[in-house]
């Protein structure tokens, strides 16, 4: 290769592994990603250091957790008049695109942004095609932020971006850039009013007389009852209550969220023709995945891990896609059973690149897939293990076991820790946690969690600590329980 690999981050919103049919899924139609994974390498086992949007982009572009970059929630835009002039939550932050802008990269972020003001450029990107909304509020109709031009697109934004990727691309060959492009999908996104709309794209008639038998009918839990309560109690606007109750029994709700993944592979189809008529086919890192997972009723809830009180991390929620393709270094059709997550592609492209990792107090948890990439069954990370957090619950993840840890101090309203055997209950249905029997398990799991998290903190943005999340929290109710009514988010540390 005579010139840096061009990279490309796909990332959509709100998609567990499932949605797909390169993952099994006999209802869906994907056949542009399941001809990628043909082409690369599909993981089994990733998952997302978070189950809310904003902390997994965070955790993408630094390769840290929320406990480190401090990002805990979703980033709540409806405050946005609030904000100081500028405002971005990873401002001065050493980020994937700031060093490879620095390295002579191009970078473009073409798609949802989620992470602060819209209206302005972030560090790090030359290029900056967004919408205004970090909540999808419609996949058409949306006021879009254009290197400076603002206008209405009234097209389905999953096309509207796709063409921007393409655009971008072909600027980049002309003028002979090693380019990097991200480009989050606001789709499926999986929420009402988005998937409740009655505009139908070219994927709707597929749907219409789905039966839907990929995803499970179960009853509403009361933990999601409980955590729609705690959000409502917190909220200065009316929840839509019918939204996460009804959802998961709603076949039109559900038809739609599976046309909207098909419109993705549209999209990712499109990028890959592109980058073949383009000539750059081999010279490309081509990377697919998500933000994070949703449950669509499974567990019997709806939406984000945090949609639960306690939060949880069941694989609905956490699992989440990962296919990565590039002639010369992946293997046509590879498949990977090792535990993954999306923050490890911070570290994996600035493997590849040639970027070093930037010099910082803490270590950074992203860790290389590089020698996955390249054929390795085994590397030598430590444990093969994921670590997560969800606020209130810090989770470990191995082949076998997943332990959710709560918080355990003054006044946590009762929660307790959950285990489950994976191998044995791979639906997560069977609470382990207390049993004597795997005492020890349990012991080992926890121990090697605390371990992880002392590692891997800011002592900002540590809430078992008494740290504050940058801008939002679903749990603030607990958590001035916990550490007293002056406890609030912030906007930045100082």
Same mark, same amino acid.
């Given at each position: 290769?005579?010139?840096?690999?061009?990279?490309?981050?796909?990332?959509?919103?709100?998609?567990? $592994?499932?949605?797909?049919?390169?993952?099994? &899924?006999?209802?869906?139609? /994907?056949?542009?990603?399941?001809?990628?994974?043909?082409?690369? +390498?599909?993981?089994?086992?990733?998952?997302?250091?978070?189950?809310?949007?904003?902390?997994?982009?965070?955790?993408?572009?630094?390769?840290?957790?929320?406990?480190?970059?401090?990002?805990?929630?979703?980033?709540?835009?409806?405050?946005?008049?609030?904000?100081? *002039?500028?405002?971005?939550?990873?401002?001065?932050?050493?980020?994937?695109?700031?060093?490879?802008?620095?390295?002579?990269?191009?970078?473009?972020?073409?798609?949802?942004?989620?992470?602060? =003001?819209?209206?302005?450029? $972030?560090?790090?990107?030359?290029?900056?095609?967004?919408?205004?909304?970090?909540? #999808?509020?419609?996949?058409?109709?949306?006021?879009?932020?254009?290197?400076?031009?603002?206008?209405?697109?009234?097209?389905?934004?999953?096309?509207?971006?796709?063409?921007?990727?393409?655009?971008?691309?072909?600027?980049?060959?002309?003028?002979? &850039?090693?380019?990097?492009?991200?480009?989050?999908?606001?789709?499926?996104?999986?929420?009402?009013?988005?998937?409740?709309?009655?505009?139908?794209?070219?994927?709707?008639?597929?749907?219409?007389?789905?039966?839907?038998?990929?995803?499970?009918?179960?009853?509403?839990?009361?933990?999601?009852?409980?955590?729609?309560?705690?959000?409502?109690?917190?909220?200065?606007?009316?929840?839509?209550?019918?939204?996460?109750?009804? $959802?998961?029994?709603?076949?039109?709700?559900?038809?739609?969220?599976?046309?909207?993944?098909?419109?993705?592979?549209?999209?990712?189809?499109? +990028?890959?023709?592109?980058?073949?008529?383009?000539?750059?086919?081999?010279? /490309?890192?081509?990377?697919?995945?998500?933000?994070?997972?949703?449950?669509?009723?499974?567990?019997?809830?709806?939406?984000?891990?945090?949609?639960?009180?306690?939060? &949880?991390?069941?694989?609905?929620?956490?699992?989440?896609?990962?296919?990565?393709?590039?002639?010369?270094?992946?293997? =046509?059709?590879?498949?990977?059973?090792?535990? #993954?997550?999306?923050?490890?592609?911070?570290?994996? +492209?600035?493997?590849?690149?040639?970027?070093?990792?930037?010099?910082?107090?803490?270590?950074?948890?992203?860790?290389?897939?590089?020698?996955?990439?390249?054929?390795?069954?085994?590397?030598?990370?430590?444990?093969? !293990? #994921?670590?997560?957090?969800?606020? =209130?619950?810090?989770?470990?993840?191995?082949?076998?076991?997943?332990?959710?840890?709560?918080?355990?101090?003054?006044?946590?309203?009762?929660?307790?820790?959950?285990?489950?055997?994976?191998?044995?209950?791979?639906? =997560?249905?069977?609470?382990?946690?207390?049993? *004597?029997?795997? $005492?020890?398990?349990? !012991? @080992?799991?926890?121990? *090697?969690?605390?371990?992880?998290?002392?590692?891997?903190?800011?002592?900002?943005?540590?809430?078992? @600590?008494?740290?504050?999340?940058?801008?939002?929290?679903?749990?603030?109710?607990?958590?001035?329980?916990?550490?007293?009514?002056?406890?609030?988010?912030?906007?930045?540390?100082?």
């Amino acid at each position: 290769m005579n010139k840096k690999p061009n990279i490309i981050v796909i990332f959509t919103d709100n998609q567990q $592994a499932s949605t797909l049919g390169c993952y099994g &899924n006999d209802e869906i139609h /994907t056949p542009s990603l399941d001809k990628l994974a043909s082409q690369g +390498i599909k993981f089994d086992n990733a998952f997302c250091p978070n189950a809310f949007c904003s902390p997994c982009r965070a955790s993408l572009l630094t390769g840290m957790l929320p406990s480190q970059h401090g990002v805990h929630s979703w980033i709540d835009d409806r405050n946005m008049p609030d904000w100081p *002039a500028g405002w971005h939550a990873l401002n001065g932050m050493r980020t994937l695109p700031t060093l490879m802008q620095e390295d002579g990269y191009s970078t473009a972020l073409v798609g949802k942004y989620h992470l602060g =003001e819209p209206t302005s450029v $972030a560090e790090g990107f030359d290029h900056w095609v967004t919408l205004e909304d970090g909540h #999808v509020r419609s996949f058409y109709r949306n006021k879009i932020f254009d290197n400076g031009k603002v206008y209405e697109q009234p097209g389905h934004s999953v096309d509207f971006f796709t063409d921007k990727a393409c655009e971008f691309m072909e600027s980049q060959v002309a003028d002979d &850039n090693p380019f990097f492009l991200f480009l989050p999908y606001p789709a499926p996104y999986g929420h009402w009013p988005a998937t409740k709309e009655t505009d139908e794209n070219r994927h709707t008639e597929r749907y219409a007389d789905c039966p839907l038998n990929s995803i499970p009918r179960q009853a509403i839990r009361k933990t999601a009852v409980d955590g729609f309560l705690m959000v409502q109690s917190e909220s200065t606007t009316d929840l839509d209550f019918s939204m996460l109750m009804r $959802a998961p029994n709603d076949l039109a709700t559900l038809r739609n969220y599976y046309s909207q993944v098909s419109m993705v592979d549209d999209g990712v189809g499109k +990028i890959m023709q592109s980058l073949a008529s383009l000539g750059i086919e081999d010279d /490309t890192l081509l990377i697919f995945t998500t933000d994070h997972g949703l449950s669509v009723g499974q567990h019997g809830f709806w939406g984000h891990g945090g949609s639960t009180f306690p939060s &949880n991390l069941h694989r609905a929620a956490h699992s989440i896609p990962l296919i990565v393709r590039q002639k010369g270094v992946t293997t =046509e059709g590879d498949v990977s059973q090792l535990m #993954v997550s999306n923050m490890d592609l911070y570290s994996t +492209i600035l493997e590849h690149t040639g970027i070093e990792k930037p010099d910082i107090d803490e270590p950074i948890p992203s860790r290389s897939l590089m020698p996955i990439l390249k054929g390795a069954s085994l590397v030598d990370w430590g444990e093969d !293990a #994921v670590f997560s957090e969800q606020e =209130e619950t810090r989770v470990v993840r191995t082949q076998k076991w997943a332990l959710f840890k709560r918080y355990n101090g003054p006044k946590n309203r009762g929660i307790s820790d959950e285990l489950y055997d994976i191998e044995n209950d791979p639906y =997560e249905t069977t609470n382990l946690s207390g049993v *004597a029997e795997h $005492a020890a398990v349990e !012991a @080992e799991l926890n121990n *090697a969690l605390l371990e992880f998290f002392r590692t891997h903190i800011r002592e900002e943005a540590d809430l078992w @600590e008494g740290g504050v999340p940058i801008q939002n929290s679903v749990r603030k109710t607990f958590w001035k329980e916990v550490w007293g009514d002056d406890w609030s988010p912030v906007y930045t540390y100082d």
